[in-house]
């Protein structure tokens, strides 16, 4: 599976699309930003082209999509413009970089860049959402207000998680990490993310996903055990290769407490575990049954 939709609604909002010289449709939605793969205009000057045809002093959320040749060149442009911008937006709360499909570049293939210098020009940010991990640079940091940090990719460096886990976050609510396969840079193991969540605190979280991974049984039999998983209001493991390991130790935690949802979609757990997921007091998703490949199973994202 690849990407292969746009996001249609974003922060409760209706998502469209914004193009060079195009007229905002105007009314209480969130624009996404476009360029085609050989687009003349650079990304400061879409970027400009947008900020002169909307109110920036009132813009909270801010998508940007699929840049030119998005395989060979990150997003700097628009990062050094917010910057450089940020006296002119002083609302902008949420901002996603990379929404794009496979169709636009894949996953694997979206060239990042570096998010501490945006994230020190915007204290008052409190969405982050970025897709893609090559050339992604992250630092320990400090942010007061960052309440969602998500990070989509198809294979997630554990030079990243330890940024993150280094990091100072005291409003954090919701965790999203994409962990991906080791053919295309997943580099970690259970061990970084039992660090990442001792750090970080995770009984205040009310979300928290470790998405697209192939060590989901091994998170799930871990994180079953832990005394605060029922503090969480939602435990994402989708999209990776759970199976009959990882669902019998959360049918059988006794640590689900207050939690409320557990998606497990593209999971590889048999139909007797499904029936006991299914029989817990939360709502257990299995949407997307899959079937080992002769002993092989394959995370949803990763090219």
Not at 53 to 82: C, F, M, N, R
Not at 120 to 129: D, E, I, M, N, W
Not at 165 to 185: F, I
Request: charged content about 25%; overall charge negative.
């Amino acid at each position: 599976m690849t990407i292969g939709e746009y996001s249609q609604i974003y922060r409760g909002k209706r998502v469209v699309e914004f193009r060079m010289g195009a007229t905002p449709d105007g009314g209480d939605v969130v624009y996404r930003l476009t360029q085609d793969y050989d687009s003349e205009e650079s990304q400061r000057d879409l970027l400009d082209d947008f900020l002169a045809k909307v109110d920036p002093a009132g813009l909270e959320t801010l998508i940007v999509g699929p840049w030119s040749e998005a395989h060979d060149e990150g997003p700097q442009g628009y990062l050094d413009a917010l910057i450089e911008y940020r006296a002119r937006l002083p609302k902008l709360n949420a901002l996603f970089v990379g929404d794009m499909t496979y169709e636009d570049c894949e996953v694997s293939w979206i060239i990042q860049t570096s998010y501490n210098p945006l994230l020190a020009a915007y204290p008052q940010l409190q969405s982050l959402r970025v897709r893609g991990s090559t050339n992604l640079e992250l630092q320990a940091f400090s942010h007061a207000a960052l309440e969602e940090l998500a990070i989509e990719c198809g294979g997630l460096p554990s030079k990243i998680v330890d940024a993150v886990a280094g990091s100072t976050l005291p409003a954090l609510k919701h965790l999203e990490l994409w962990l991906g396969s080791d053919n295309y840079g997943f580099d970690g193991s259970l061990a970084d993310y039992q660090n990442l969540l001792a750090k970080i605190g995770p009984e205040r979280l009310r979300y928290l996903g470790l998405r697209d991974s192939e060590i989901s049984d091994e998170l799930a039999v871990w994180l079953a055990q832990q005394p605060w998983l029922g503090s969480l209001q939602s435990l994402d493991l989708s999209l990776g290769t759970i199976g009959d390991a990882g669902a019998q130790a959360l049918a059988e935690s006794p640590h689900l407490g207050a939690l409320e949802r557990i998606d497990l979609s593209h999971h590889y757990i048999s139909e007797e575990w499904q029936a006991k997921l299914r029989a817990l007091p939360c709502a257990v998703v299995l949407d997307d049954p899959e079937e080992e490949d002769d002993g092989d199973r394959y995370v949803a994202v990763s090219e």
